[in-house]
């Protein structure tokens, strides 16, 4: 990201590591969790402009598979 810039997915994604530690994955957090990180991915991907491509790019793939997994756990 340009500069020292944080987009509010960075903060939730160390608050998930601090939570879970080295059991943080997809498949072990909340639903709630997943949703709000698949928000916060979507928001950075897609709609903030102080991302750089190549961020959008690999966080692109990171939302594409919280994408499956919310889809998966959700029962669809």
């Given at each position: 990201m340009q500069d020292d810039y944080r987009p509010p997915l960075a903060d939730y994604w160390?608050?998930?590591?601090?939570?879970?530690?080295?059991?943080?994955?997809?498949?072990g957090i909340t639903i709630d969790?997943?949703?709000?990180?698949?928000?916060?991915?979507?928001?950075?991907?897609?709609?903030?402009?102080?991302?750089?491509?190549?961020?959008?790019?690999?966080?692109?793939m990171v939302l594409k598979h919280a994408d499956s997994v919310l889809q998966r756990r959700s029962g669809g």
């Amino acid at each position: 990201m340009q500069d020292d810039y944080r987009p509010p997915l960075a903060d939730y994604w160390d608050a998930l590591e601090a939570r879970y530690g080295s059991g943080f994955s997809f498949e072990g957090i909340t639903i709630d969790e997943l949703r709000q990180l698949q928000a916060h991915l979507r928001e950075a991907v897609e709609r903030d402009p102080r991302v750089t491509q190549v961020e959008k790019a690999n966080l692109g793939m990171v939302l594409k598979h919280a994408d499956s997994v919310l889809q998966r756990r959700s029962g669809g």
